[in-house]
């Protein structure tokens, strides 16, 4: 073996034990050593994909040490980009002597990797020779120069670039334009705001696509800022006081009458960037001389400001404006801008004659933050009319309104029959526990099912939100004896999303009631149980009952507990086995066969195995088999399992009539056969 | 080739739109065309790059938009724009679907493109979508949408630059049983907010190969331009399992298990607490392959873990999310038909929270039209540039995290890991030429 394969042999192997604990993935601080390994690999006739590693590795941990290696290979055409890969990220000053070297060596692609990588770094100090090749007659190089120019982004470079483009051809204009840009970004960034308007109002003259010309007017507006305070003349109008300025805020306003709508709208949106009172005055200033599109627009972006300046003009617009979807635009502006003053013409467009302007003002309100506007609200809830009462319980919702409580526990005994269970819901949404004695009392005096079904909800609400679930618990059994058997099934279904054994306790006894009403909603109130406590109780009464509803009552019950997917898989086969037997309807057949699917496990499949071959259940039999074949073949020890998919897949693919199942269960079973016999 | 202005006459349809973006979308009766569809000269004219899976996904849901127009579709690899052009002339009934292999002839020539697709795998996101809007495009890209925190920046800045309009395939963002779970948190719901914990995939590790495939013949450039294909990535040599979807692992083409549905979850997540205009400042190291219970902290206090969940403790579906506070928790995920909540009493309020959303913000429930309702109003979309750049520098940060095997610290001001050389080296890579930034 020669000495250089020698030494590579041994290079690679303290390479690859660099490796096993380095990045190929990860790297851990590198000994100066283990960087000349790597310099060492680089110098060696090692193959491209060692090198190439070495050069990665030295992207992290290489030092100076690594420079004149790695540029050497920076007019290999293989090697180049992977020399750059190593060189970047290197923080010390040899990188950029090198790269500045190269760039008179190389041509072609591995020149613009160099010129590129200049760019990333920076480095001023090639902005002379670099303007030497900006007009090379390789159009990736002058552009690779332009961008580069662009990143170094100081005076020098950006002067280069503007002599540059009034003689750029076509196809690199764009290029050009981008360098500029960045020039100017960075000019601003240093401080040096005119040097950069000079970069924007060049690009702005330019015969440009519309991006150009758009982005170079928000650059010239931003550039420019704002003059500060000017003291308006007597008898001079906004628009020349503005124009006077000669600042940003007078280039955004020379804008806003311009025919060419992709220099206005960058003008107005720019002014988004501008948070100066004087653009507010510029954009209201000129708001009725526009057409509606474009006031639109303004108005938008007058939104966005939150400056309660153009509240005037947006009012104005809001209430009088002939266009309605500029009324529309002035009213969604009101809560961005989101001061106080806005509830009361709010309060007036809400009884406008046009349905949706007054519905538009209604999510205005519902937005608008603020006391002023839960006044409005209030006021709403004490109308003479109704349907104003409803909107305000909607709003009093929205707006999170909970110190309403006083108000809404009133609007709960309400004459109109939509306001009460409306007043109950808004009760449970913005009330606590604190609210349940009321909630009761209220519940009592509950006569149509709207009103119960509402105080079902804010009763479960206002308990969820307990820390101590038993008092409630205690509470709600407390009246159980006094309650009609309305108010009682109400009790009994809200005890359900409460839980616990002094809940089921009293529910368990309920169930004996006399009442049918009672005995039934007990029954319900057991099947929608919040946790798998209430299961034993279904399945003893599913099969001592003698009334057939209630024996399917109590199983649809047990088979949506046994459903639930928040319960251990072998808990809820166990119920499926122990519920199959009493199952006769296929309606529950097939709940059975939902319950099933949901379980990710080859038991149930044998489960399953029957209803296939029943013409009246084979295609829930079939959907619930290839549900769980997809999620076993997606997750763990699909080897093991893919052989006990076969059988049942085959069946499927016999029985089912349903053709996107038969093609899931043909892939499915070409997958389970592949994996199984890989074992 | 000269660069057309843009078209204003063809463009008026803007001026209109954006009066008409203020109210559901109502197409004039002047402006009707046959069946009540907008007529062409109105259309959003849109092109793709890099269309395969994903992206098929993304076109059939562009499509169907009365307001959508599909002319072009570039792609590298021959079989794949043919394919994309038999959906689109079908779709159509003509076969005016127009075909490019090469990306800057593709933006070069289409001046009349208002937006593009850009679905090419994780590794030409960024620079596509740069390219593109450079070129006065607006852009849906695919995530995860950057490589590098670098990157990110450069999505960010150009978007500034040009003033285009962007959205990242966050989609979760605009459905309804993720927005929920943000409102409920928002609302104050859920109490004072301590946890949340983020999906990664459970396939893959956080550090990913850097070896070779066996090299294979290459097909002809008109094939598979591998050139193309690799873009800003180190050569390789060609294998066709990477571009048939194989790509995933390694890291000169992937974000690791961590960005693959961290790049949905952390957006979900950040967006949620309020920081989705800045990353995590805490990066806690876990011994494990994957990032499994990493603990990241944001300097609102609010600590985000990434979970794996491979015994479905959390979830039920892929890419959840989970938040809890000190009065309750809820947590969504792929497939549910409703969030789950700490309170059956929360879910009384699902519809009410995402229609008060959608009449707050006029976002839709539907990430596509929402990207172009922006197109078209020129409002920020709901995955914006700096919402991607923010919460993705987040995965790469935890990636770094993982592959120096060390806890970080980061400076989302100064966008830098502090007092760490070697992290700080990660936060870009050097592009192959010519496709660099």
């Given at each position: 073996m020669s000495k250089s394969k020698t030494n590579y042999t041994l290079i690679i192997i303290l390479l690859l034990a660099f490796a096993m604990q380095s990045f190929g993935q990860t790297v851990v601080p590198a000994t100066k050593q283990q960087v000349d390994k790597l310099i060492a690999v680089l110098k060696s006739d090692a193959p491209h994909k060692e090198k190439a590693d070495a050069c990665r590795l030295l992207a992290i941990v290489g030092t100076k040490d690594a420079v004149a290696p790695l540029a050497a290979l920076l007019g290999d055409e293989k090697l180049s980009h992977m020399a750059r890969y190593g060189l970047e990220p290197i923080p010390d000053?040899?990188?950029?002597?090198?790269?500045?070297?190269?760039?008179?060596?190389?041509?072609?692609?591995?020149?613009?990797?160099?010129?590129?990588?200049?760019?990333?770094?920076?480095?001023?100090?090639?902005?002379?020779?670099?303007?030497?090749?900006?007009?090379?007659?390789?159009?990736?190089?002058?552009?690779?120069?332009?961008?580069?120019?662009?990143?170094?982004?100081?005076?020098?470079?950006?002067?280069?670039?503007?002599?540059?483009?009034?003689?750029?051809?076509?196809?690199?204009?764009?290029?050009?334009?981008?360098?500029?840009?960045?020039?100017?970004?960075?000019?601003?960034?240093?401080?040096?705001?005119?040097?950069?308007?000079?970069?924007?109002?060049?690009?702005?003259?330019?015969?440009?696509?519309?991006?150009?010309?758009?982005?170079?007017?928000?650059?010239?507006?931003?550039?420019?800022?704002?003059?500060?305070?000017?003291?308006?003349?007597?008898?001079?109008?906004?628009?020349?006081?503005?124009?006077?300025?000669?600042?940003?805020?007078?280039?955004?306003?020379?804008?806003?009458?311009?025919?060419?709508?992709?220099?206005?709208?960058?003008?107005?949106?720019?002014?988004?960037?501008?948070?100066?009172?004087?653009?507010?005055?510029?954009?209201?200033?000129?708001?009725?001389?526009?057409?509606?599109?474009?006031?639109?627009?303004?108005?938008?972006?007058?939104?966005?400001?939150?400056?309660?300046?153009?509240?005037?003009?947006?009012?104005?617009?809001?209430?009088?404006?002939?266009?309605?979807?500029?009324?529309?635009?002035?009213?969604?502006?009101?809560?961005?801008?989101?001061?106080?003053?806005?509830?009361?013409?709010?309060?007036?467009?809400?009884?406008?004659?046009?349905?949706?302007?007054?519905?538009?003002?209604?999510?205005?309100?519902?937005?608008?933050?603020?006391?002023?506007?839960?006044?409005?609200?209030?006021?709403?809830?004490?109308?003479?009319?109704?349907?104003?009462?409803?909107?305000?319980?909607?709003?009093?919702?929205?707006?999170?309104?909970?110190?309403?409580?006083?108000?809404?526990?009133?609007?709960?005994?309400?004459?109109?029959?939509?306001?009460?269970?409306?007043?109950?819901?808004?009760?449970?949404?913005?009330?606590?526990?604190?609210?349940?004695?009321?909630?009761?009392?209220?519940?009592?005096?509950?006569?149509?099912?709207?009103?119960?079904?509402?105080?079902?909800?804010?009763?479960?609400?206002?308990?969820?939100?307990?820390?101590?679930?038993?008092?409630?618990?205690?509470?709600?059994?407390?009246?159980?004896?006094?309650?009609?058997?309305?108010?009682?099934?109400?009790?009994?279904?809200?005890?359900?999303?409460?839980?616990?054994?002094?809940?089921?306790?009293?529910?368990?006894?309920?169930?004996?009631?006399?009442?049918?009403?009672?005995?039934?909603?007990?029954?319900?109130?057991?099947?929608?149980?919040?946790?798998?406590?209430?299961?034993?109780?279904?399945?003893?009464?599913?099969?001592?009952?003698?009334?057939?509803?209630?024996?399917?009552?109590?199983?649809?019950?047990?088979?949506?507990?046994?459903?639930?997917?928040?319960?251990?898989?072998?808990?809820?086969?166990?119920?499926?086995?122990?519920?199959?037997?009493?199952?006769?309807?296929?309606?529950?057949?097939?709940?059975?066969?939902?319950?099933?699917?949901?379980?990710?496990?080859?038991?149930?499949?044998?489960?399953?195995?029957?209803?296939?071959?029943?013409?009246?259940?084979?295609?829930?039999?079939?959907?619930?088999?290839?549900?769980?074949?997809?999620?076993?073949?997606?997750?763990?020890?699909?080897?093991?399992?893919?052989?006990?998919?076969?059988?049942?897949?085959?069946?499927?693919?016999?029985?089912?009539?349903?053709?996107?199942?038969?093609?899931?269960?043909?892939?499915?079973?070409?997958?389970?056969?592949?994996?199984?016999?890989?074992? | 080739m000269l660069k057309k202005k843009s078209n204003l006459t063809r463009r008026a349809f803007l001026k209109r739109s954006a009066a008409l973006a203020t109210v559901p979308y109502i197409v004039p009766a002047s402006a009707l065309g046959l069946d009540g569809k907008v007529p062409p000269s109105e259309r959003i004219v849109l092109g793709g790059i890099g269309i395969g899976n994903r992206g098929s996904h993304d076109l059939r849901w562009m499509m169907p938009e009365s307001d959508v127009q599909f002319v072009a579709v570039c792609d590298p690899q021959r079989k794949r724009a043919e394919a994309v052009k038999k959906i689109v002339d079908t779709r159509y009934g003509n076969k005016d679907c127009a075909i490019y292999h090469d990306t800057p002839e593709f933006l070069a020539e289409r001046t009349d493109i208002d937006a593009l697709l850009v679905t090419t795998g994780d590794r030409w996101h960024a620079l596509a979508s740069i390219m593109a809007m450079r070129a006065g495009k607006d852009v849906y890209s695919e995530k995860p949408s950057c490589m590098t925190i670098a990157e990110g920046q450069a999505v960010v800045e150009t978007a500034k630059r040009y003033r285009r309009i962007y959205q990242t395939g966050t989609q979760r963002l605009s459905e309804g049983n993720f927005t929920f779970c943000n409102e409920i948190l928002r609302l104050g719901r859920l109490g004072k907010v301590h946890t949340v914990r983020a999906h990664i995939a459970p396939w893959d590790a956080a550090e990913m190969s850097h070896e070779w495939l066996p090299a294979q013949p290459q097909p002809p450039r008109e094939e598979v331009d591998w050139d193309q294909w690799l873009g800003p990535c180190p050569w390789r040599p060609y294998n066709s399992t990477y571009t048939r979807g194989g790509w995933r692992g390694y890291y000169d083409f992937h974000t690791s298990c961590i960005g693959e549905w961290g790049a949905h979850t952390f957006a979900q997540c950040q967006v949620a607490i309020g920081a989705a205009d800045t990353a995590a400042i805490e990066y806690g190291y876990v011994k494990n392959e994957s990032g499994d219970g990493m603990v990241t902290k944001f300097a609102n206090g609010i600590r985000m873990i990434l979970e794996r969940d491979m015994d479905k403790k959390y979830w039920r579906g892929s890419c959840g999310v989970r938040y809890e506070g000190t009065e309750g928790w809820v947590a969504a995920a792929d497939g549910y038909s409703k969030p789950d909540v700490s309170s059956p009493a929360m879910m009384d309020d699902f519809r009410k929270l995402v229609y008060d959303y959608v009449a707050r913000t006029q976002r839709p429930m539907s990430h596509v039209r929402n990207f172009l309702d922006c197109v078209k109003s020129r409002r920020q979309t709901v995955s914006n540039p700096v919402m991607m750049h923010r919460t993705m520098t987040t995965v790469h940060a935890a990636n770094i995290c993982m592959w120096l095997k060390r806890d970080m610290r980061y400076d989302p001001v100064k966008e830098e890991f502090i007092n760490d050389p070697e992290a700080n080296r990660l936060r870009s890579r050097a592009m192959r030429e010519p496709w660099i930034i």
């Open positions: 000053p040899a990188v950029d002597d090198a790269l500045r070297d190269a760039l008179g060596k190389l041509k072609g692609r591995p020149l613009v990797g160099v010129i590129g990588s200049i760019g990333v770094r920076r480095d001023i100090k090639a902005v002379e020779p670099l303007a030497k090749m900006l007009q090379d007659t390789d159009d990736q190089v002058a552009q690779a120069v332009a961008r580069a120019l662009g990143k170094i982004g100081n005076r020098p470079a950006a002067r280069v670039l503007q002599r540059a483009l009034p003689n750029v051809s076509a196809a690199n204009q764009l290029a050009f334009c981008e360098g500029l840009f960045r020039c100017a970004e960075a000019l601003v960034a240093q401080g040096r705001p005119d040097q950069a308007i000079e970069i924007y109002d060049q690009l702005r003259k330019l015969d440009a696509p519309h991006q150009v010309r758009g982005g170079a007017l928000r650059g010239a507006i931003l550039a420019r800022g704002s003059v500060g305070k000017i003291r308006r003349r007597a008898g001079e109008t906004i628009r020349q006081y503005i124009l006077r300025r000669n600042d940003g805020v007078s280039l955004l306003m020379e804008h806003l009458r311009s025919d060419d709508y992709i220099m206005f709208s960058a003008a107005v949106q720019t002014a988004q960037e501008l948070p100066i009172a004087e653009v507010t005055q510029a954009l209201t200033s000129e708001l009725n001389r526009l057409p509606p599109d474009n006031q639109i627009l303004v108005i938008q972006t007058l939104g966005k400001r939150a400056d309660p300046q153009a509240l005037g003009s947006l009012f104005a617009l809001a209430m009088n404006s002939k266009t309605k979807s500029v009324r529309i635009a002035s009213i969604r502006a009101l809560p961005d801008i989101g001061d106080p003053s806005s509830a009361g013409v709010l309060e007036r467009l809400l009884a406008d004659a046009d349905s949706e302007i007054s519905k538009e003002a209604q999510e205005a309100l519902a937005a608008l933050p603020g006391q002023k506007a839960d006044e409005v609200v209030m006021r709403m809830l004490n109308s003479n009319q109704a349907d104003e009462r409803l909107t305000a319980l909607e709003l009093i919702g929205r707006r999170r309104m909970t110190e309403s409580i006083f108000a809404l526990l009133k609007a709960a005994g309400d004459a109109d029959p939509r306001v009460r269970p409306a007043a109950l819901r808004k009760i449970g949404e913005l009330g606590g526990p604190n609210e349940l004695p009321a909630l009761l009392n209220l519940l009592m005096r509950c006569k149509s099912t709207q009103d119960l079904d509402a105080a079902r909800q804010a009763l479960s609400a206002v308990c969820a939100k307990a820390d101590d679930m038993e008092s409630c618990v205690e509470k709600l059994t407390s009246l159980l004896s006094k309650a009609g058997p309305a108010q009682k099934s109400t009790l009994l279904r809200v005890l359900s999303t409460i839980g616990g054994t002094n809940a089921l306790r009293a529910v368990r006894a309920a169930v004996n009631d006399p009442d049918t009403q009672v005995h039934t909603a007990a029954i319900r109130a057991l099947g929608a149980w919040k946790t798998a406590d209430a299961a034993p109780d279904l399945l003893a009464l599913a099969k001592t009952a003698s009334n057939p509803n209630d024996k399917t009552l109590c199983l649809r019950g047990y088979l949506g507990l046994a459903a639930r997917p928040d319960l251990p898989v072998n808990q809820r086969l166990s119920m499926c086995r122990q519920v199959a037997g009493l199952i006769q309807r296929n309606a529950e057949k097939k709940l059975l066969l939902s319950a099933l699917g949901s379980i990710s496990s080859p038991d149930a499949l044998a489960l399953i195995m029957p209803y296939l071959d029943d013409p009246a259940t084979r295609e829930e039999a079939s959907m619930a088999t290839v549900a769980i074949a997809e999620k076993l073949l997606r997750g763990r020890n699909v080897s093991k399992l893919a052989p006990k998919l076969i059988e049942p897949l085959e069946k499927v693919v016999q029985v089912t009539t349903n053709a996107d199942l038969a093609r899931r269960a043909k892939a499915l079973l070409r997958r389970a056969q592949g994996r199984g016999s890989r074992r | -």
